[in-house]
């Protein structure tokens, strides 16, 4: 498989340049810019692509890039700082020019050029630099400039050496997804061969081997990942897993359902459903503390989930393997490349010694919009494969004060409520999470002849790209009012609406 290495001087830069070359079915993988030029040998890749990044080349310390890699006969594409860095170590001059570019600047062609080939004269780029390249290094023809970057783009047709100053992987660089293309396609004459049915192919094949005549065990949390997961390794070794599902009563509203119909009757896998509401809120009855609840529900599920273990392995042929939905960014995230951690959602990490497994994470290379486009290649229900996050204790961060089987009824009602008018009005897939929370109070109020003493039910929609930060969603008037009246009309136990306008920060998402 060819393989695109994004060398990292800035994370959240790679991690965007990562997707896009996917987005051009090539595989991409991130490392770190203190790669070694005999580690990227071993990796033999079909092109490198040096990301921007924070610094100046100017500051010390800088990251730097070995200097052998340049001799290895890649085709390169520096971006932003990496074009700066590659117009310094190959012997141009990158100067403190004082004035910067930043967000969408005019670009105009010189010359003729492989990467701009389809340009028109002059178009629009997004610009982020304070230092500026004056100079090209010996062997580059200059092919674009800007009013502060005389050097915008600089192109070495014998060692298929590129560097654009500007950032082709946002979305307001007009044509940036057209020139990452070029790059890939004609500079480094890579073909576009990573595609569903690939990552799939290779994924089952790579689970066949690992896995062997062994059995085993995925829990199915009614979130994308395990889902996906799961569905995945049905494909390679369906007859030889057993998934469990443990319904903690904080599910959302048909949820179980759901999960049993895919994997039981679509799928036709040995799915193990706990019914473990009762347990759940026994331990539940009477907690108020927000950390004490997301620790009973967090203890409990393990327990629950080891009792299978145990029965599975008591019952002779025991699972000897366990599937995580361990995503890409994780194993980015977790630094060493290695996801050593396990995730805590729906946390199965803190199963005692003598039920070891051995991981299968069969998604650990792929990032989230991948993981939904595999997810519904392999048949799962679009209902599942774009479901917005949901927490590993459920409905328990959403019910503030004491969880109990009625409270958690009115708001599963409630949250089924929201999203269905949510996702009626097309929204669902743009915002980041959107559902329903219940508070601990009561308020009066009037229906029909009677006065009401109950609950309120707070509307919680944001928008996210990654959790760190959120914004509340800017609901038409006409969507809120249609969710208060069927929230009001058809959920028992609910007499008002609000809405949550706050942003994170300062707020959390989640209430509890
Ligand atoms: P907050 O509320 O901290 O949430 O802004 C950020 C994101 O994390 C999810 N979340 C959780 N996920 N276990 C989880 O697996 C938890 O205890 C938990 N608490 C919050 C939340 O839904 C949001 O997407």
Sequence with gaps: MTNVLVVDFGAQYAQLIARRVREAHVYSQI???????????????????????????????????????YELGIPILGICYGAQLMAQQLGGEVARTGAGEYGRTALTRSGSSVLLADWPESSTCWMSHGDAIVRAPDGFVVTASTPEAPVAVMEDATRHFSAVQFHPEVVHTEQGQALLEKFLYHVANLSPSWTNTSIINEQVAAIRAQVGSERVLCALSGGVDSAVAAALVTRAIGSQLTCVFVDTGLMRKHEGDQIEETFTRQFGVEL????????FFDALAGVTDPEAKRKIIGELFIREFEAVARDLAGAGDGPRFLVQGTLYPDVIESGSGHAATIKSHHNVGGLPEDLSFDLIEPLRSLFKDEVRQVGEELGLPGEIVWRQPF?????????????????????????????????????????????????????????????????????RAVTSDDAMTADWARLPYDLVERIANRLIREVEGVNRVALDVTSKPPGTIEWE
Excluded at 272 to 279: E, G, L, M, P
Excluded at 403 to 416: G, K, M, P, Q
């Design 31 to 69: 490392v770190p810019s203190t790669i070694s030029a005999a580690a990227v040998s071993a990796l033999s890749p079909g092109a490198i692509i040096l990301s921007g990044g924070p610094k100046s080349v100017y500051e010390t310390p800088a990251p730097s890039l070995d200097p052998a890699i």
């Design 272 to 279: 193990i459903h706990v019914k473990a509401q009762d347990r």
């Design 391 to 459: 927490p590993g204790p459920g409905l328990g961060v959403r019910i503030v004060g004491e969880v109990t089987r009625e409270r958690a009824e009115i708001l599963r009602n409630a949250d089924f409520v929201v999203v269905d008018e949510i996702k009626k009005a097309g929204l669902y897939r743009e915002l980041w999470q959107s559902f329903a929370v219940l508070p601990a109070v009561r308020t009066v109020g009037v229906m029909g002849d009677g006065r009401t003493y109950a609950y309120p039910i707070i509307i």
